[in-house]
């Protein structure tokens, strides 16, 4: 069938709607498979639980397209830079997740989801650059590099058993290989690849007689069911007694990492119009945006799945295979809802070995810290400035010295609530840069700066060069 294209710069790009249904179906499918490793990695860490996430990416995605007008090619997946509000307020145990205090943590990200929509207000209100003024670089980038510091201690405690190690190897190795000599797909799927080279090596050492994987769960999980469990809803919160001290601290402790997420999400915004070549900075516009994000968001953490947002990954696939009608993108939100409806493959994904996270969790955790002192190496901050080096180092000495007192938080004493370190590092960050004379960031909406926050393994901007 013939292709109806047209040119920006020298790329064709090709318009979705006449490649025909199977076409489309298999760019569907491989927008799926893009976001899928990084996607069920999130509630394998946390113990949230699988078939929900791929549920809500799912709704996520299309709820988003709704809200901007059906015209951003972005697909929305399982969030990792509030891993660190999940392991604060909900830490897995001997790698038993305490699924009663994780529907307090899912209500925090709700209330962060919903930060979204005031930030959308603001710039609908006011215009970006007035906004991105608070929020600039010397703040977000501190933020994320506290982030990855403080869940490396339970990557390492995944790989604390000598047999550990090995599948925790051989998925840093893939990961790493693939993100930097890879070609293609290849370079776009490294957490997929990663995961599925070293729960091969585990089921090898299963079979040896080295026990590594349990699949019992597996057999007895059935072939359809629905993937929404009312006990892991934060509904179920208020059906009976509740902890309202700890509820009010996964606010505190959570909300905070929303205004990294936010800057992670301009970014990708910044990208999708680099790759396609039209400006959805300017329309359908950052509040619109931002607006879908944050439901996305919050709809899916108050039904017990993860923080939501765009996919550099997916981005990647675009710059492959310049088909960038949204419609695809849709078809993959599609297929990763029915997929949400087989525990049996839910359970596949949830036998994951301790070593396999462990070792996936150590390249990422460390590339967030990374991804932040990129921000704030790409984004030039100038630390000759006193205001500026005082700002960074105020975030990180609080987030990473309170975050490993004796105490591991701020109590108040007039209330059972309590300031985790990246919560008391967060607002005083942001008080800081508010207060002290010198802001120089400038944020323009017609070509809008980059923000260098990605937290996902296909980077922004320079996925771009990964079909060179």
């Known amino acids: 069938m013939s292709k109806k294209k047209m040119r ?6 090709y318009d979705a709607s006449v490649l025909g249904t199977p076409k489309m179906l298999v760019l569907g499918l491989q927008h799926m498979f893009a976001m899928f490793g990084a996607t069920v990695l999130v509630p394998i860490i946390t113990g949230l639980d699988v078939s929900t996430t791929l549920f809500f990416a799912g709704v996520g995605t299309l709820l988003f397209h709704f809200i901007t007008g059906r015209k951003v090619p972005a697909f929305l997946g399982s969030s990792f830079a509030f891993l660190g509000g999940y392991a604060a307020i909900a830490p897995v145990i001997n790698n038993t997740p305490d699924a009663d205090k994780l529907r307090y943590a899912c209500f925090g990200v709700a209330v962060a989801g919903l930060l979204y929509l005031v930030l959308a207000i603001l710039f609908r209100t006011f215009g970006a650059g007035h906004v991105m003024k608070y929020f600039p670089p010397v703040v977000t980038g501190p933020i994320i590099i506290s982030i990855g510091l403080n869940l490396a ?7 604390s058993d000598n047999w550990n190690w090995i599948p925790a190897l051989v998925a840093i190795v893939i990961v790493i290989c ?9 370079r776009i799927i490294p957490i997929l690849l990663g995961v599925v080279g070293s729960y091969i090596v585990a089921a090898v050492m299963d079979l040896s007689g080295i026990e590594m994987i349990d699949f019992s769960s597996v057999a007895n999980a059935s072939w359809i069911g629905l993937p929404i469990h009312y006990d892991r809803t934060v509904f179920s919160l208020f059906t009976g007694g509740f902890d309202s001290g700890l509820l009010i601290t996964s606010v505190i402790t959570i909300v905070p990492i929303a205004f990294a997420t936010m800057m992670e999400h301009i970014g990708d915004i910044s990208a999708i119009s680099s790759t396609v070549g039209k400006n959805y900075i300017k329309n359908p516009g950052l509040h619109r945006t931002l607006c879908g994000d944050g439901l996305a968001t919050a709809l899916a953490s108050v039904f017990g799945a993860p923080a939501n947002t765009t996919y550099g990954e997916n981005t990647g696939v675009l710059t492959l295979t310049k088909v960038y009608d949204p419609k695809v993108i849709r078809l993959a939100a599609v297929f990763a809802g029915l997929l949400s409806f087989c525990p049996k493959f839910a359970a596949v994904i949830e036998t994951m070995p301790n070593g396999t996270i462990g070792g996936i969790s150590l390249v990422l955790y460390g590339m967030i810290s990374a991804v932040g002192i990129r921000n704030l190496v790409e984004t030039k901050v100038d630390f000759s400035k006193s205001r500026n080096v005082l700002v960074a180092a105020m975030i990180m000495v609080l987030t ?4 490993y007192s004796s105490a591991g938080c701020l109590p108040l004493s007039f209330c059972n609530v309590s300031f985790s370190g990246l919560a008391t590092g967060s607002f005083v960050g942001i008080l800081l840069n508010a207060i002290l004379p010198g802001k120089d960031y400038k944020f323009e909406e017609e070509s809008p ?18 079909m060179e």
């Open 8 to 13: 920006v710069g020298e790329e064709a790009i």
């Open 153 to 159: 201690p339970s990557a390492i405690n995944n790989c």
């Open 178 to 186: 693939c993100n930097i000599f890879g070609k293609g797909m290849v």
């Open 400 to 403: 990473i010295g309170i975050s």
């Open 449 to 466: 700066n980059e923000t260098g926050v990605d937290l996902e393994m296909a980077q922004g901007k320079p996925v771009e060069e990964v």
